[in-house]
């Protein structure tokens, strides 16, 4: 059974943000992560503005940061969790934790089309 062209679901997001001083709490936007468990999509999308980042910390590891953000793409896809359930896969992403690069608190909304929320948030949340 096929779904109609304007089929709405329910789906989650969280931003992915960096944190150059865990201490201080001062963060800048990177990515975010869509799932809908509907829709049968997980989807992640980053973007290090250095720029930015070094105004809060001029001694960042750059290198560090780019790579946190790199694993968060890939755990969408591959690596040790791929075989595991995609709801799964974003709670693991989700979860807290004290890193450099971390995820913001899960919040949900409507869509027709998850790859396209996973553009929107992203231009609105992470590029503006």
């Not at 329910?10 to 943000?17: G, K, M, Q, S």
């Not at 969408?76 to 450099?100: K, M, Q």
Request: charged share 20%; net charge neutral; aromatic share 8%.
């Amino acid at each position: 059974m096929s779904s109609p062209p304007n089929h709405t679901e329910v789906f989650e997001y969280a931003l992915i943000r960096v944190v150059p001083r865990v201490e201080r709490g001062e963060a800048i936007n990177a990515g975010v992560l869509v799932y809908s468990k509907s829709f049968r999509y997980l989807g992640c999308v980053t973007e290090l503005d250095e720029a930015r980042l070094l105004a809060l910390h001029p001694a960042v590891d750059l290198a560090a940061a780019r790579a946190a953000l790199a694993a968060f793409e890939r755990a969408c896809t591959e690596g040790p969790l791929a075989a595991r359930p995609l709801g799964e896969r974003f709670r693991w992403l989700t979860a807290p934790r004290s890193a450099i690069v971390q995820p913001g608190p899960v919040h949900s909304g409507i869509t027709a089309a998850p790859a396209a929320e996973l553009d929107r948030l992203f231009t609105t949340l992470v590029r503006m």
